[in-house]
């Protein structure tokens, strides 16, 4: 009963915190040129509570927590019931949506997918901001034999630094690019790292891929399609020292990148612990990179006693922080990234070329929700920014009901001259419906569909 209630809590604090960036940023702009905005509401149906400001504008609280809405004052509005101009003072009849130029009409709209976008980058910025940056690299640890192309090209232990000139420095880096390459015919670029003696040599490997990533199962796992699997590493980056420990005594710094320990090489941070917890009490020499100069300080390893087993360490944490510009950097980045990459997903199941059993309806949300919520604070923001960047995508698309479909019909009014007929745009905003209330039937049947 406990979980049940998390899971339904997370998924209207999720739903809700959604739907009030987005419906404020058509708020903002529409303020902001001054239209008169009648209602803001959160939620759909039957208005439970409401209360009015000082220009006239009711916020308001509705009964269904799916949704909302901000609802400007139009002509189309007084055409269809002209009695409810006597609500509105002459000031606010003047400031009509269509009185306004197309620009900031444009604006408007746009309002709406821009706030969800700010708030995406908001959230990303400040996990980026006050989480250290692992530095994880991936690392093929297994090749499938009988992937002849994989396993001509590429060997154990290669570490990919990119792939078709990305950077990769994520998990989940590698496996969006892959994906991005769904029905692709064609060579596939990675720029790996290869151990050649004591030193690592960065060269480029092709692989040619047919019909690539073809199936849903397949997409599910995009680096086993490949025929790799893969390990993630640390750099050993010092991201945070002991207190009186051996590494903060023989002066090491943060951001010190380690690369030997008493002439042994140290490629990972898991190196790096391997060799220090075999020599306790030692002195040790370390080797490592500061500010691009390359130091040695020696050093006593510490001792800790675990189940009667005596283990070295030197006290420190690997990581490095970022600044608050480097923080909102890749927190745009980020977003910039995944919204192309929904937009590329979106293009490939309409071809095809992706199951469109990846849809998610309310049902699937709700589950991500609640399990994110269980999880931490961090998980649960995370999916929020995910989620806020679909919103933002969705309703780019020029489908006539969402914000994407009322840009493609002002643009048409631009270059027409004059808005499409009554008749035409009726029909128009009907289709589009019927669009999105199939799109919302398919997503809830996926969601039921994994259940059985």
Partial sequence: MIETFIYIGAFLVLLGVLVTIHEYGHFMFARLFNVHVQRFSL???????????KHGTEFALSAVPLGGYVSMISEKMFLAEPETKSEFTEDQLKNTFESKPKWQRALIMLGGPLANFVLAIFIFSLIFFFTPDPNLTPVISKIDPENSIVSSELKELDEITAFNGKSVSSPQDLSLELLSFAGYTGDLEFTIKRMEGSSPIEMTKILYVQDFLKTSESQNNPIGALGLELNYFGKPVIGGLANNGPAIEAGLMKGDLIYAINNKSVRFAQDLVAIVSEIPNETASVSFIRDGQSLTKNLII???????????????????????VQAISKGSY??????????????KMITGNMGAENLSGPIGIAQMAGNTAQAGLLPFIYLMALLSISLGVLNLLPIPVLDGGQLTLLGIEAIR???????????????????????MIFAVFNDVSRFL
Avoid: C, H, W
């Fill in 334 to 347: 980020e977003t910039y990234n995944l919204s192309i990459k929904t937009l590329q997903f979106i293009g």
């Fill in 302 to 324: 510490g001792e800790s006693i675990s189940n009667d087993q005596s283990r070295g360490f030197i006290g420190i944490q690997f990581g490095s922080q970022r600044t608050l």
């Fill in 417 to 439: 001259g004059k808005p499409l007929s009554d008749k035409v745009e009726n029909f128009v905003y009907s289709a589009g419906a019927a669009m999105v209330i199939f799109l």
């Fill in 43 to 53: 939620g759909m149906g039957p208005v439970i509570y409401k209360k009015n400001d």
